[in-house]
């Protein structure tokens, strides 16, 4: 969707700040751009909107060289997501909102109707904000009202140079999580520029992080993680990477352990002798479809009466989540409930119980997805792969 020829960018003072770039992003997806500040991530951006022109190679937005269209028709095909929002002081949200839908001649009343849905979607009610002026709002919301004013005449493009930069660290996470949720909806191909690493591993399919003027390592955020490719990126990333990583792994049915299970309707009695006789010191309880219920300790069940099942002792499960949900929400869990093991389950919605993650499977888990990032394919032939694909 997104491709970059040998694009160099030297200005006048003679500074270079891109040098022979070369890449490319899928339709879909999330790219972010990382690096320190000056490495070239702005200029990257603005000349993919022709804000800035290249002085060497060429750029393709869905096939097309930009050199060759307008700029302006080519900026309304691709929404602006800057830090300093730039709202209209003297214009309402809702007419904010509705900029670009206006500069393209859209009806009016279609324009304003655009607009709230876009606001909604972005988590802010129109009937309450529509109305209001910028200086209204918090620094959040402004945001929130960029990206809207960005998607509103559904640009299959949206650049977004560090957007939640300003904003206090509880309010960017919140941003940036609304935002994941925002774009599995839109499915925008994104270029996204930080220079927090945190943020870009929280948003990215894949991160570019920048050297200077050039891409040293294009991956996925658990790969930069896992392999960093140079010593500049290993540096830059941090000596933290195991514990950033966690959160970049999923939990895979491979990962769990499979405990003693018992059921709601089993004799207690018998429950209770079978996990003695193996050693068990507790079971998980499952109901008559097999989906989690809680767990039940071996011992621990005094006072029992003679004929009863499972179901009047079990436990409450405090500590369960989905397959696929990150390693370090896995973590987390377990140290908020002070718990040895959490179960996991096939989705939330179902709850089919699938095994039991423990600290020693976690620390393997995580282990592993290192290794196999560590021995996949040569750092170097991936680079010369690139370059060919780009210049065929
Ligand atoms: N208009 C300009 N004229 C001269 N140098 C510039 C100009 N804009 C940016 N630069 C320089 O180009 C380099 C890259 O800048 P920029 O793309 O803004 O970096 P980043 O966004 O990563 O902080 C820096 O050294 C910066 O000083
Ligand atoms: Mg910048």
């Known amino acids: 969707m997104i491709r970059f020829e040998h694009v160099t960018k030297r200005y006048a003072d003679g500074t270079t700040a891109v040098d022979d770039l070369s890449f490319e992003v ?29 002085t060497e190679g060429r750029i393709f937005v869905d096939g097309d060289d ?49 607009a709230a849905e876009l606001l909604d979607l972005v988590g802010l009610d129109p009937s309450v904000y529509g109305d209001r002026y910028p200086e209204q709002l918090s620094g ?15 640009p299959p493009v949206l650049l977004m140079d560090e957007p939640f930069g300003a904003v206090d660290p509880v309010v960017r996470e919140r941003l940036q999580n609304e935002f ?61 990477r195991g514990l950033k990583r966690l959160s970049v792994t999923p939990i895979e049915e491979g990962d769990l352990d499979q405990p003693p299970v018992v059921h709601l309707d089993d004799s207690l009695a018998r429950a209770t002798e079978r996990l003695r006789s193996e050693g068990a010191r507790w079971a998980v309880v499952l109901d008559g479809q097999d989906n989690l219920h809680g767990w039940i300790p071996a011992d621990g069940t005094g006072g029992a009466g003679a004929g009863d099942t499972v179901r009047a002792h079990a436990r409450r499960m405090e500590a369960w989540l989905p397959v ?24 939330e919605s179902t709850g089919r119980f699938l095994g039991v993650l423990t600290p020693a499977r976690l620390h393997e888990a995580l282990r592993r ?8 394919v040569p750092r170097a032939e991936v680079a010369v792969e690139t370059v060919e694909s780009v210049a065929r």
Request: hydrophobic share 40%; glycine share 10%.
């Open 26 to 54: 899928a339709e879909g997806e999330l790219v972010t751009l990382v690096g320190p500040s000056g490495c070239g991530k702005t200029t990257t951006m603005k000349m993919v909107n022709r804000l800035i022109e290249p």
């Open 66 to 114: 930009i050199s060759a269209i307008d700029p302006v028709r080519l900026r309304r095909r691709i929404g602006y997501v800057i830090q300093q929002v730039g709202l209209f002081p003297h214009r309402t949200i809702l007419e904010n909102t509705a900029t670009v839908p206006h500069l393209l001649g859209w009806k009016r009343g279609k324009g304003r109707e655009r």
């Open 140 to 154: 959040g919301q402004r945001q929130r009202v960029g990206v809207a004013r960005a998607l509103a005449a559904d």
């Open 180 to 240: 994941l949720k925002l774009q599995e909806q839109v499915r925008k191909t994104v270029l996204f520029v930080t220079h927090d690493i945190e943020e870009a591993v929280r948003l990215g399919d894949r991160i570019a992080v920048y050297g200077q003027g050039s891409i040293e390592q294009f991956d996925s955020p658990a790969t930069v993680l896992g392999a960093p490719a140079t010593p500049y990126v290993a540096d830059f990333v941090g000596a933290d």
């Open 324 to 347: 696929g949900a990150p390693l370090k929400q896995a973590f987390a869990t377990m140290l908020q409930h002070d718990a040895g093991w959490i179960a996991v389950i096939d989705e």
């Open 369 to 376: 997805s290192i290794d196999a990032d560590a021995h996949a």
